[in-house]
């Protein structure tokens, strides 16, 4: 397994990039896939995940490389291949957007249900119900969905719990369908809304993303096109709390700050001083963090990709905070914050965390890819040095995390082993055209 060491104390100073948003970059890399012709996507992130989605569709028959310029092409024309690959598709709920894909394009998926964090259950089944009132027959057999449609059709669909996942699927797949869907109770994310104005600029016709119904009028073909997708909120998010966490100073450059609005909110409401520029924001923290209490919920509610790297800063504030999760099961990380010194009691869905003056380092290990981006915020703060295994869940998402701190001024040391034997071959062929 890959570590950090990491020697707390150091308050973070300087400029940090933030890089583009995975969650923006795995669906439109899939859409991409559902066109004619080259699609050329800028700030496109380069972690785990991002490796992990071109890979699946390589196998698929789509060629997919970065240039040197960092830019990624999508020239999908040979995508023959209905049936994704196991190992790749468990690692990564994500890679379900590829059913969505299939069957828009090939009228037949066959996927296996996917993989993820340790997130309790995190079925698909809004996405499958999706799939069937569009027109597909749908089975379960031996681990995989297998999905088929002659012609998928239009139609008005209510998602349950406003997903994320199912409303990107479903904008994919109807999206070449005959006919208009309306999708209810549709997710808000600024990642539904970046598709959607990918989609269109592909010629797709999309209404009302960022709303909470979606329109979309089904088109025979789209058109590969030229892209640069939003920048990452949650992992702008992280860095807006290890500068509250360490009492530092930060410019985060490449960010959209209206994306991180709640997020914004919660940290002046922590002590920070924050002031936005158009695509940046100035971030500052002095002494320990007051304690805030807040509750996850769907765009435009304070993430649930922020709670653990929140709670990790909240676990030194002054004071109690409260913080209730209401989208995952999320606090498998509050045993490793504890045995760095954190004093918190989770009930079901709810964590109280009562302040403490330090945290202490030790050894832990991330538990989920969020999970190990709070046990590094913590360790920035901790006194001492602390060991974090399991760094690869923290690849998954976030781009040179390690490398960002450490030109920020942390003592952070990284300690590769075999592990990234699958990493590097997921990142080989993706470093040429192939
Ligand atoms: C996406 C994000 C993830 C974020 C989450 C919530 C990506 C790649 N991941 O995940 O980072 O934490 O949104 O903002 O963009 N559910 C079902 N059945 C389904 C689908 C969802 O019960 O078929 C439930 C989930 O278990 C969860 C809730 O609905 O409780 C919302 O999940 P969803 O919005 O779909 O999350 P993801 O798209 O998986």
Partial sequence: MAKLLIRGGTPLKGTVEISGSKNSALPIIVAACLAEGESVLENIPRDIDVYTICRILQELGAEIWFDEAGRLHVVPDGLQNYQASYDLVRRMRASFYVAGLLLARLGKAEVPLPGGCALGSRPVDFHLKGFQALGAKISI????????????????????????????????????????????NAAKEPEVVDLAIYLSSMGARIRGAGTDVIRIDGVE???????????????????????????????????????????IMKCEE??????????????????????????TAPYPGFPTDLQQPFAAMMSIADGTSIIRETIFDRFRYVDELRRMGADIKVERDTAIIRGVSELTGAQVEATDLRAGAALVLAALAAKGETEISGIELVDRG?????????????????????????????????????
């Fill in 141 to 184: 057999e031996h681990g995989y969905v297998k999905a088929e449609a002659d012609e998928l059709v239009g139609n008005k669909i209510y998602i349950n719990r406003s997903s994320v996942g199912t409303t990107i699927n479903l904008m994919l797949a109807a999206s070449r369908a005959k006919g208009t869907t309306v999708l209810e």
């Fill in 221 to 263: 073909r789209l058109r590969g096109t030229e892209y640069v997708i939003i920048s990452d909120r949650i992992e702008a998010g992280t860095f807006m709390v290890a500068c509250g966490i360490t009492g530092g100073e930060l410019v985060l450059t490449n960010v959209v700050p209206e994306h991180l609005r709640s997020s």
């Fill in 398 to 434: 976030y781009e040179q995390l390690d490398a960002k701190l450490r030109q920020l001024g942390a003592d952070v040391e990284r300690i590769d082993d075999e592990s990234n034997v699958f990493e590097e071959f997921l990142t080989r062929p993706l470093l040429r055209r192939i």
């Fill in 270 to 295: 922590a002590g920070m001083e924050i002031e936005e520029d158009i695509n940046s924001i100035h971030v500052r923290a002095q002494g320990r963090p007051v304690a805030v209490d807040l509750e």
